[in-house]
């Protein structure tokens, strides 16, 4: 299973800086291999034609993102990092996963493979210009979502046949699909390590499978210490004045004090999409339909016992008695019916011990 982070810089050429660096740990060498896509393996050579992109389209100018950078990293049961193959192989899955990321755009990409870390891991330094040499449009959307990252990831490793771990799967696998955890907060759990993104979402997770709507939610955050606020996209001018007050929310804001006594403020992207304004309110519509089923079965059930209470109100002991007389008095008249019809007509009671299904009167 390949890690995949990333992140952005405003300062492009201190980031290729850090690949022309010493090596860590005692190492020798920086990087194993070096490729560059759309522009030279050389590193000097690259940062030039990564300036002449910043330039051309005022990069610096304008306090732009130039650089994105993705770090695909993999565990020593997956790749040896003494074996040279393990080596090129893994180089070349970080050039696979530089592709699937730029798709059909035109970006200038480094892609450098490591293996200097604490850990001794392989791990693969993927930096992309920000910044299209041709249109000069900015990475965004899906090429800096995670979740995209990480299925891309996962196409390139089944791709080349390379199965998961078990240890891997055992440390990773019990995260939520819809919950956002860093390497390092998965092992402080492993380690029970206290977590406070961990308490907070289990608090969040409580009030949000009772509120109905978003004054009912922000009062019982509030109750749990927790402040909430939902931030709409340009509902207000500069004065500060209400625009319109029926735009979707943009995202919200959590403020936090752990057991520590800290205080942490969050937004919902850091906790994870289960968190967001729009799954809030899938909860709100499930829990009314929720309440209004449960009215709807209160309702049926006291309606039930209400029509059996009067059903039996209505029956009398002088009734049940001359039913009973009714149907022990008739006269025999020769013909043969079937014992349905004889209750139905009234010849008898369906409670009345027949020998047979068949009687003659």
Known sequence: MGIIHVSSTRNGPQAIGYLEGKGHNGNERRNEIVTGIDCSSNLK?????????????????????EM???????SLEELDPNNPADVRKAHDLGVQLAH??????????IVATQKDGDGGNLHNHIFICSQDYLSGKAI???????????????????????????SIRKEFGSVRAGEK????????????IYVWKDDLRGQIDNVQQKSLSWPDYLSRLSDQGVECRAFRKKAFNSR???????LKLKYISYTFTDKRGKVHKIRDKSLGTDYGSKNVEQWFQSNRKG?????????????????????????????????????????PTG???????????????????????????
């Open 291 to 331: 309440v209004i089923l449960n009215e709807t079965s209160k309702q049926f059930k006291q309606q039930t016992e209400q029509s059996i209470k009067r059903s039996f109100s209505k029956l009398t002991v002088g009734s049940i008695a001359a039913e009973s007389q009714r149907s022990e008095e008739y006269e």
């Open 140 to 166: 965004r959307g899906k090429q800096k979502n995670v979740a995209d990252l990480q299925r891309w990831n996962d196409e390139v490793l089944h791709e080349n046949q390379m199965c998961q771990p078990e």
């Open 181 to 192: 955890h860093t390497i390092a907060e998965i092992k402080m759990k492993k380690r029970q």
């Open 68 to 74: 994105y950078r993705y770090t695909q990293a993999f």
């Open 100 to 109: 699937k990321i730029m798709g059909r755009t035109h970006h200038l990409c």
């Open 240 to 246: 500060g004045e209400l625009i319109n007050e029926n």
């Open 45 to 65: 050579i690259a940062r030039k034609q990564f300036n002449v992109v910043w330039r051309r389209f005022h990069a610096k100018q304008k306090n732009r993102i």
């Open 335 to 361: 013909r043969t019916v079937t014992k349905r019809r004889a209750v139905r007509k009234g010849y008898c009671t369906a409670k009345s011990e027949l020998e047979q299904d068949e009687v003659i009167f």
